[in-house]
């Protein structure tokens, strides 16, 4: 009906409150996994396009999360080998997976203008975000 509002519409609600009410949070967005392959998709997100709408697992900052399932804040993403550029203005990253009922399903991406910005705080809040969004699944 009308009055129904989609995942992902949720999802980009999401991506748009977080970008427009943390200075440093300038590209927002999901990623998923695609199935049972081992590769992410992109999903919902806001700020600037990018060319990276799938990452084989294990490539780049996400591809690494995929398999880790663990947090990944990276302060200077110069210092990182495993790193996959979407801008030259993005100078650090934060990606904490998406749990639900215990799998790792995809994970939340943000990327920021400011050399090390996140703190522990943005790991604990952004725990807390998808843990919320896992509802939605
Ligand atoms: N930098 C990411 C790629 C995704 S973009 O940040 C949107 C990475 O290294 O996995």
């Known amino acids: 009906n009308q009055n129904h509002i989609s995942r992902n519409e949720k999802l980009f609600e999401i991506c748009a409150l977080l970008k427009n009410n943390i200075e440093y949070y300038n590209w927002v967005g999901f990623y998923f996994r695609n199935g049972e392959k081992e590769e992410l998709l992109l999903g919902p997100y806001v700020g600037e396009p990018t060319d990276h709408t799938v990452i084989p697992f294990g490539k780049g900052i996400c591809g690494q999360v995929a398999v880790s399932n663990q947090n990944f804040v990276v302060p200077d993403v110069a210092a990182q080998d495993n ?7 993005v100078k650090s990253e934060i990606v904490v997976p998406l749990f639900v009922n215990g799998a790792n399903i995809g994970q939340i991406d943000i990327d920021s203008h400011v050399l090390n910005p996140f703190s522990e705080k943005d790991e604990l809040f952004l725990e807390f975000v998808n843990q919320e969004i896992a509802k939605l699944f």
């Open 83 to 89: 790193y996959i550029a979407c801008s030259f203005t």
